[in-house]
């Protein structure tokens, strides 16, 4: 500890990410990236002339990659901000929208299982917090986030909540805006390509609605650092205000011009899409053949238990054959594993080797 650290920092809980191996060999399904390259078109875009242009600041407003990921859900620019990744989207979010607010005074609401990412920046921006337990089978229920007096500093959950995989219709969603309409509610797309549907195209019809996004997963530029929100012009107008006390310049001129090469390249986002989710459901069959309950997974990974074996056990024996995949030790879920979509010959490899494992 650092006799230099405020109060505030030596209170902190950082987040974990999962492990980044140095080793080639290794086989990585604890990380939620995408297995296959970047579309060609996003990958072409390093030429000399843009190069010759990284002598000059970026568009601060990130204009063209507003517009075009705007269009893509029927929307106008005002509506769409870009960021460094959706974290830093998120993050924006939570200094812009959850603090004090007159009248509003009260926790802000997630998840009790969900990305651990958000007690961390409640915590950082002093955000009073609370979580809401899933149901016995891990179903989001958002009754309680309707209740009276709830979460009147705000709500913000994934869908698909992660690490479950478990989606929500956006009629569900819809109705929740419904009932608590001076309550900003953060809805996290992250992973929504993969079998989920958006709620972006509700942010005409509810301001109190932000919705994130990320490029990282389905469109396989996680190493790129490019997130989007969709809301309300009101909302957007806030995120930009805290992002241009922060850092006035989050995407550069290669991430934005790489990030709408890609989200115009729909053939691409498809193909790939439908590979991964056939891939998912092979290894869904799999593990259950295995002995282990897998959760519904409308995202590119998957939730798992195996009827006898502890996660952990299960977890590093798996990493003793090159194999990772996540694991969280916190009540209710230390038995299960998240298990990340790789290509179909890295998920033969998991499944031989968790037969090696269970002795099948």
Not at 19 to 25: I, L, V
Not at 281 to 292: C, I, S
Not at 338 to 348: F, L, P, Q, V, W
């Amino acid at each position: 500890m650092s006799r230099f650290w405020s109060d505030q920092v030596h209170r902190l809980s950082p987040y974990v990410p999962g492990e980044q191996p140095k080793s080639p060999d290794l086989i990585k399904l604890n990380t939620n990236e995408n297995p296959y390259p970047p579309s060609n078109r996003a990958l072409a875009v390093l030429d000399r002339a843009l190069g010759e242009r990284l002598r000059l600041y970026p568009d601060p407003g990130s204009a063209a990659l507003r517009e075009l990921a705007a269009r893509r859900h029927g929307l106008e620019p005002e509506h769409a901000f870009a960021g460094n990744g959706s974290d830093e989207v998120l993050a924006l979010a939570f200094a812009a929208f959850f603090g004090a607010r007159e009248g509003f005074e009260g926790p802000l609401l997630f998840p009790d299982i969900s990305y651990s990412f958000y007690p961390v920046w409640a915590d950082f921006f002093g955000i009073e917090w609370k979580t809401v337990p899933l149901t016995d089978d891990f179903a989001l229920d958002l009754a309680p986030y309707c209740a009276d007096g709830a979460g009147q500093g705000g709500i913000v959950f994934p869908n698909p909540n992660a690490p479950t995989g478990i989606a929500l219709p956006r009629t569900r969603i819809e109705a929740l805006l419904e009932a608590v309409p001076d309550r900003v509610v953060v809805v996290d797309e992250a992973y929504v390509d993969f079998g989920a549907e958006s709620a972006a195209p509700l942010v005409t019809r509810y301001e109190n609605l932000l919705v994130a996004q990320s490029l990282s997963k389905s469109h396989a530029l996680a190493g790129l650092r490019v997130g989007l929100a969709f809301g309300s012009p009101a909302l957007i107008a806030g995120l930009d205000r805290v992002k241009s006390s922060f850092n006035s310049y989050p995407v550069d001129r290669i991430a934005e011009r790489i990030a709408c090469e890609a989200l115009d390249d729909e053939a691409w986002l498809e193909t790939t899409r439908q590979r991964i989710t056939q891939t998912r459901e092979w290894t869904t069959g799999r593990l259950v053949e295995l002995g282990f309950s897998v959760l519904p997974s409308s995202a590119n990974f998957v939730f798992a238990r195996h009827r006898e074996k502890p996660g952990r056990e299960l977890m590093d024996g798996l990493r003793a054959h090159d194999v990772l995949v996540r694991h969280f030790d916190k009540p209710r879920i230390a038995d299960h594993l998240r298990i990340t979509i790789g290509t179909d010959d890295e998920m033969k490899r998991l499944v031989s080797v968790l037969e090696t494992l269970l002795g099948t």
